[in-house]
């Protein structure tokens, strides 16, 4: 499967953004799905899951809880991030990828990387 995510850009503190993660093939519904982000300078970070519809869970970073929102549209093999009161602190590249096995909050427990998308927020 191939991963595309899209929907970053520059808004300033407090503002809002949705992000979007395209995913090839016939076996969407069947994936665990994750966003992750990476700042400069530091490791890519655990953002947000969501499972399959085998047992649709959602589960977040515990600092981000409350102001991120995963969602996944098993139609059109879409999954979403819906960020709200963005902080600077928010800046990074966000990327999303498919869940194969193993702890969901590690990024080496998932494959087929997208290109990322850049979230900048201004002070």
């Known amino acids: 499967a191939q991963v595309a995510e899209s929907g970053g850009g520059l808004v300033q503190a407090g503002g809002s953004l949705r992000l979007s993660c395209a995913v090839s093939g016939d076996d969407f519904s069947w994936y665990t799905m994750g966003w992750f982000r990476q700042a400069p300078g530091k490791e890519r970070e655990f953002v947000a899951v969501i499972t399959s519809r085998r047992g649709l869970a959602t589960y977040y970073a515990d600092p981000l809880r409350g102001r991120f929102a995963i969602s996944r549209d098993d139609n059109k093999n879409m999954v979403y991030l819906q960020m709200n009161s963005l902080k600077p602190e928010d800046t990074a590249v966000y990327y999303c990828?498919?869940?194969?096995?193993?702890?969901?909050?590690?990024?080496?427990?998932?494959?087929?990387w997208g290109q990322g998308t850049q979230v900048t927020v201004s002070p």
């Open positions: 990828a498919i869940h194969r096995l193993g702890t969901i909050d590690e990024a080496r427990n998932y494959d087929s």
